[in-house]
């Protein structure tokens, strides 16, 4: 299963079988001081960097999120879209959980961006998925509901299954719903890890669409974060994650390795390309 996602002149295409797509992540200002800082600031030039960094180290599209408390984020999430498409030609997913900032933002976002995101919850239903609709846009989709985030996989299968039922209920195609199992650390629960990975296999078998990771939580509160971060990619690649949203500069090059080893990659040329492109770059 395909989605396509588009710029104003790019096409990206998230296949269910690979190679990986990169969502960048650094357009976050939580936990990100000297972006926050910028945002309240109104300087754009930051974002703007930050933008074309990525998408250098191999970003395919761009996560946009502005969520500072105490300012304007509809207003901010107009802005930022408009730096960004200013500096690169990459798809937009934008990411907030405020429903008449994502239907502004829309207005002025090219092509055929991704929404992060909608979970299971009914209220989130309601909200996101006619604004997913009405634009024409594709959605992610969160395996978590009222009661929080499931403990066992079997459970977030049932959420990612009323998500895509809701959805084709209102003309979203399954194509353009990417599931997000979700991942918490193992430093807090050791088979966290574990579940999600069970849980990306099932939602594959059952529902055959693309899904997606936001990987750096596994390895919260932990040591060697990167090693950890490493490790996971490759093991939920090789169950059926199709994208990922993480920071390319760190991720980018075992990203190529983990497809060149499940066989995405004819050759080795995806890889050898980028090695040669990022060699002298720190990844550590």
Known sequence: MQTLLSSGTATVRINTNGPMVIIGEKINPTGHKKLAEALQGGDFDYVRELAARQVAAGADVLD????????????????????????????????????EALAAALAVTPGKPLINSVNGKEASLQAVLPVVKDRGAAVIGLTMDDNGIPKDAETRLA???????????IGIPPEDVIIDPLVLSVGVDTNAGAVTLRAIELIRQEFGVNINLGASNVSFGLPERQVINQAFLALAAGAGASCVITDPVRLGMAIRATDLLL??????????????????????
């Open 159 to 169: 959420i990612a299954g009323k998500i895509l039922e809701r959805a084709t209920r």
């Open 64 to 99: 946009v999120n502005v969520g500072v408390p105490g300012l304007d984020e509809v207003a901010l999430l107009i802005q930022a879209v408009k730096a960004v498409v200013s500096e690169v030609n990459v798809p937009i997913c934008l990411d907030s959980a405020n429903p």
């Open 263 to 284: 066989g995405r990659d004819a050759y080795a040329r995806r890889y050898i390309t980028y090695f040669r492109a990022h060699a002298r770059e720190p990844r550590g």
